[in-house]
């Protein structure tokens, strides 16, 4: 449908040099088309701010359907929203002040998303059907079409006792009570509030049921830093699909859109805080950015270009998924990364711009990722439809106003965590798990994640080897599927490490329910699988820890991860160490995939937080 009429074939298919010329737009319009919404028209909206402390810390959301338009040339969408809005109110508490929310389900049918699976992954042109607003011939999902509204909310990154965590299965019907308690006993952070039901989150997120939460401290205003508006800006970006009329005109009806080949809805339609490649106008000052990827899928590169170049020596970052890190690092050299569910909190120099300069943010990432880098000198140029990046823009900012305000950035931000110490380290409970794809016949594959345990030259089934120079462990898998008994009982106060290794093509944003962890390590893998080496259950590789002759990724661990993360990207050949101590509750938490459509499809575990005391009466 992005064909312009003097490109088409039949016009030109007689004159071999014509065809040439052909042939070269057809490429270049393979990485780009025109979009079919103006960017940049609309304001950045700013979520309304809901403050626990001028509420005695009781606060009332109500869950409802309601109306947004995502773009000025969009007719309004029917969405499901906290209080009714996308994004859901911003809340905001202090550390160390209880906040109790009444989530109020109001929710009521009929599910405001049309949810397909095109019959093809491409069009008739050979255009990736995801880059494409409408059903791309691909029937609305009755199933999804009949949900009326269960829901269940989980505030990710709260230490939330497990009563109150927002357990997949325990849902709460339209019209029944549930009243949350959250201590708020934590480091000041952005976290976020979402649904979490079973086997659906990817729906209900995506209809609107998302909102930031902001934990804040005195120590974070001892340091001067923006809280508030105007200098303090929440972002939470999102990709969304919009639906077509018979005319070919978008209705502004959500489509969340699969393919046969693409299990992850990767939608082309960058949306800021509820709006479509919205700007922001700013002050020449600094800037404190706090961001969220809040997309099903997409992974986000984010770069800051003005005039072309780019300008990423404005950003600094001084935060991530909870909280401050110790000093301000650059962002990377390519670009900010952000997968599903990860944050980080930037400040932006802008007080050297002069009036009417303007800054864009694009991004640079593939879908789905990888880990590929992106040379950020050619962000311009990062469209491309093979990659499901149709649309790189995601927001711009246009200076006004003269006043200059520059804050100086401090040098140390903050000194209450530290890595682990060797000692607790080297004692430290250790468990392995695997990420592996089952791919199916006729149906989206199944992402699942294989708990490890060390095998018995008594136990009998497949084996996954993992090969460290001299040294071979050889595992059996003892937990496949979310179902499956709980094998993780992690003891409160003591340290764990946790491996993730990843046997699939792609990049895992790793989330855990309740406390932070650090990542400790990268180690590039090889590996193979035998046929039939991926069961319903049952899992056979051998795994050398090394790097592959092929591999291109880095492996590396970006400055910015070296703080209190509660997601992690887990790349291809890859197997991530993170220590984490959990601290706080009892209880039974989940672990999972924050790709939702892989949460959702069983990339998705339990584990129970102990008591040391109760260790000793466990089976
Ligand atoms: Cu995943």
Known sequence: MFFPAEASPSKQADDPLALDTFVCEVVAMMRMVPPPLAPFVDRLPLP?????????????????????????????????????????????????????????NELEGPFPVSDTVAPQPTDADGVPVQCLPGLSGGEPERHTAGLTGHTVVHLHGGLTPASYDGWAENIFAPGQPAVF?????????????????????????????????????????????PEGPPFEVPLLIQDRNFDLDEQGR??????????PEVMEAFAPF?????????????????????????????????????????????????????????TPVPVPADGLLLASAERADLLVDFSDLAPGSELTVLNTAAAPFDGSSFPVADAENAADLESLLPYPQVLRFRVVGE??????????LVTDYELPAAEALARARRRAIALVEHEREDEPSMLTMRELAVATDADGGPRVSVIDGGETTRYRVVAAHFEDMTTFFPMLGEYEVWQLINLTGD????????????????????????????GDRGL??????????????????????RGLKDTIRVNPNEIVEIAVRFTTFSGRYMYHCHILEHEDRDMMRPFVTMAPELMPFMA
């Open 181 to 225: 308690h959250y201590p708020m006993d934590q480091r000041a952070a952005l976290l976020w509030y979402h649904d979490h039901v079973m086997g659906i989150t990817k729906f209900d997120v995506y209809a609107g049921l998302a909102g930031l939460w902001i934990v804040r401290e005195d120590r974070e205003r001892d340091l001067g830093l």
């Open 270 to 326: 960058t949306v800021v805080n509820g709006k479509v490649w919205p700007v922001l106008d700013v002050q020449p000052a600094t800037y404190r950015l706090r961001v969220l990827n809040g997309s099903n899928a997409r992974t986000y590169r984010l770069v800051l270009l003005g005039d072309g170049a780019p300008e990423l020596e404005r950003i600094t970052q001084i935060g991530t998924d909870h909280g401050l890190l110790r």
């Open 250 to 259: 978008l209705t502004g009806r959500l489509v969340h859109k699969t393919d």
């Open 403 to 412: 006043a200059k305000v520059r804050r100086p950035i401090p040098r140390e």
């Open 507 to 534: 990049t895992h944003p790793i989330h855990l329910h309740l406390d932070p962890f650090q990542i400790l390590a990268r180690h590039p893998i090889r590996y193979e699988i035998p046929e039939d080496g991926i």
């Open 48 to 104: 309304s701010r809901l403050i626990a402390t001028e509420h005695d810390g009781q606060l009332t959301v109500r869950i409802r359907a309601g109306e947004h338009r995502f773009h000025r040339d969009l007719p309004a969408s029917s969405i499901w929203g906290f209080e009714g809005t996308v994004p859901g109110p911003l809340i905001e508490a202090e550390r160390g002040q209880p906040v109790t929310v009444e989530w109020r």
């Open 540 to 561: 056979a590789a051998t795994i050398t820890l090394g790097r592959d002759p092929d591999d291109e990724l880095d492996h590396a661990i970006d400055e910015n991860e």
